[in-house]
């Protein structure tokens, strides 16, 4: 897209620094979370693209610009955008979105932030953004409507959220099937079924322990987002829920 002067026509909510680590099209409708990360891994990239992200209030979307001349590089209406989400990983810091042109087709865009913190700030606000245009009548007029692209929005949201509650109970089963049994020292056991007790297994790594929290916490952050927009069961209902494998994994 060639450069153009921005105008200063919506108040500025967020400005920051960022690295462009991919632009993902899509032939086939709107990529997954699941399905961006791993294009993006098998890509191989060293560094990404220098770049600043800029969020505008009122309707104005978000602007990709040139740290150097200040110019604006992409500029997505907040009418096209879909679901933010912040994703961490290792050392990667992921803002992930998706944006749906007037004619169709879509593209998946991500960009490495400093840290996991400004990563879910922008994602929140975001969100924030898009359904105050979808919710107050701004995009009534457009393709699809606010209700469509609320729905849409939701959709793939629970869709990231089942898998995270999919492994974390996993996780769980795992964690109880392999905690040693209590030993009761007064019961007598004999050579032979000590020869034959099945060995104890070891528990995950401390990576495994990090990776399993780090998806608790989407799913809790998921579901703030969420809430109000699933029923049977609600958002309150499953964070109340989440809370027993906490316990369990701390």
């Not at 600043?52 to 001349?69: E, F, K, Q, T």
């Amino acid at each position: 897209m060639a450069a153009f002067r921005q105008p200063q026509s919506s108040p500025v909510i967020r400005d920051i620094q960022v690295r462009h680590l991919a632009s993902l099209t899509s032939g086939s409708g709107q990529l997954s979370p699941d399905e961006g990360l791993q294009r993006l891994r098998q890509m191989e990239l060293s560094s990404g693209t220098q770049c600043r992200i800029r969020l505008l209030g009122n309707g104005g979307g978000l602007r990709v610009i040139d740290p150097a001349s200040g110019q604006v590089m992409e500029d997505f209406p907040v009418r096209n955008l879909r679901q933010p989400l912040a994703y961490e990983g290792g050392r990667d810091n992921l803002l992930m979105f998706s944006v749906e042109s007037d004619g169709g087709t879509w593209e998946m865009h991500i960009f490495q932030l400093p840290s996991a913190l400004q990563a879910s700030q922008i994602a929140q606000e975001m969100h924030q953004l898009i359904q105050q245009f979808f919710g107050s009548g701004l995009g009534g007029g457009g393709r699809g409507g606010g209700t469509n692209g609320e729905a849409a929005d939701s959709s793939q949201l629970v869709q990231v959220l089942n898998r995270c509650l999919e492994e974390v109970e996993a996780f769980s089963l795992r964690i109880q099937q392999q905690q040693p049994q209590p030993q009761h020292p007064a019961t007598p056991r004999s050579h032979r079924s000590e020869r034959h007790s099945p060995p104890h297994q070891a528990l995950p790594s401390t990576e495994d322990f990090v990776d399993i929290l780090k998806k608790l916490k989407l799913a809790l952050n998921l579901l703030g987002r969420l809430e109000g927009r699933i029923h049977q069961p609600n958002a309150p209902e499953l964070v109340h829920c989440l809370f027993v494998p906490l316990v369990l994994i701390v």
